[in-house]
């Protein structure tokens, strides 16, 4: 059983939301989960993330736009998308199990993977 399970994204005109959802069937709810992506021939990125339930991080790109959060009685991780832009346009990835020391949007920092949903926005 895959450890990180995602769904939602797809396609949507610039302006316009999607949403990511991962649920987590090996970490506690707690646990320090985040949202990478990745567009083509360009790094992974950090795009949110959430710990303990409460504390949020956001890259600057995306502030005020998306909304990370948690359902602990799910062991699920959102990610709600406004406004969204063409340059938003990637592989989204969730991630759990996160080492100490490391900044929580970098993507060194975790050691477990989602499998990726695409998000693309149009003009």
């Known amino acids: 059983q895959q450890p990180l399970v995602e769904s939602g994204g797809g396609s949507v005109q610039a302006g316009g939301s999607l949403s990511l959802s991962c649920a987590s069937s090996?970490?506690?709810?707690?646990?320090?989960m985040a949202w990478f992506r990745q567009a083509p021939g360009k790094e992974r990125e950090g795009v949110a993330a959430i710990s303990t339930g409460i504390s949020t991080y956001y890259a600057d790109s995306v502030k005020g736009r998306f909304t990370i959060s948690q359902d602990n009685t799910r062991n699920t991780v959102y990610l709600q998308m406004n406004s969204l832009k063409p340059e938003d346009t990637a592989m989204y990835y969730c991630a759990a199990d996160k080492r100490p020391l490391y900044w929580i949007l970098s993507p060194d920092a975790y050691n477990s993977w989602g499998q990726g949903s695409q998000v693309t926005v149009s003009s």
């Open positions: 090996r970490y506690a709810s707690s646990t320090t």
